[in-house]
């Protein structure tokens, strides 16, 4: 089975910075060999990262909100329509062997909690989650502040690499 890495983050419009930061990783990670999974929407980190994923070759997989696919971003390979709302977030997260956490708002937050509830590892890339997320997810709950960082932090979560 092939290693499933999600990339959680704010769904608003991106500035440059984070677009490229989003669309780093993503392509980080299908250049890894693994599997990119978002929420899956046409807008903010989701979009940039699969773009990313996607530009080189990655296999990139979407859990939707919506039933209908309309949200889709056009760099999803496959789009999972769940018609749940916000609470695919749970889908999202159990379905990620790590998951990496870019800045966000409210759902981003519920991700990093469903994920480290579940015992997941969540690496925050540029950002701080705070303080109730740091005490729940002690050991679990890492901060990298590069792409690289956020890479090499997955490989040893996963017990490959250096």
Request: overall charge negative.
């Amino acid at each position: 089975m092939r290693t499933v890495i999600g990339v959680m983050g704010s769904g608003r419009p991106l500035d440059g910075a984070a677009f490229s930061l989003a669309h780093r990783l993503g392509a980080m990670i299908a250049g890894r060999g693994w599997v990119l999974l978002t929420g899956g929407r046409a807008a903010g980190v989701m979009d940039a990262a699969s773009r990313g994923a996607r530009e080189v070759g990655g296999l990139v997989i979407g859990v939707l909100p919506d039933a209908d696919g309309s949200e889709a971003s056009e760099h999803l390979d496959v789009a999972i329509r769940t018609g749940m709302g916000n609470a695919r977030n749970v889908v999202n997260v159990l379905s990620s062997d790590v998951v990496i956490a870019l800045p966000g708002g409210a759902g981003t937050l519920s991700e990093v909690a469903l994920a480290l509830v579940a015992g997941k590892t969540v690496i925050v890339l540029g950002w701080d989650p705070g303080p109730a997320m740091r005490a729940t997810g002690s050991g679990r709950l890492l901060d990298a502040a590069t792409p690289d960082e956020a890479i090499a932090i997955v490989e040893w979560a996963l017990g490959i690499g250096t």
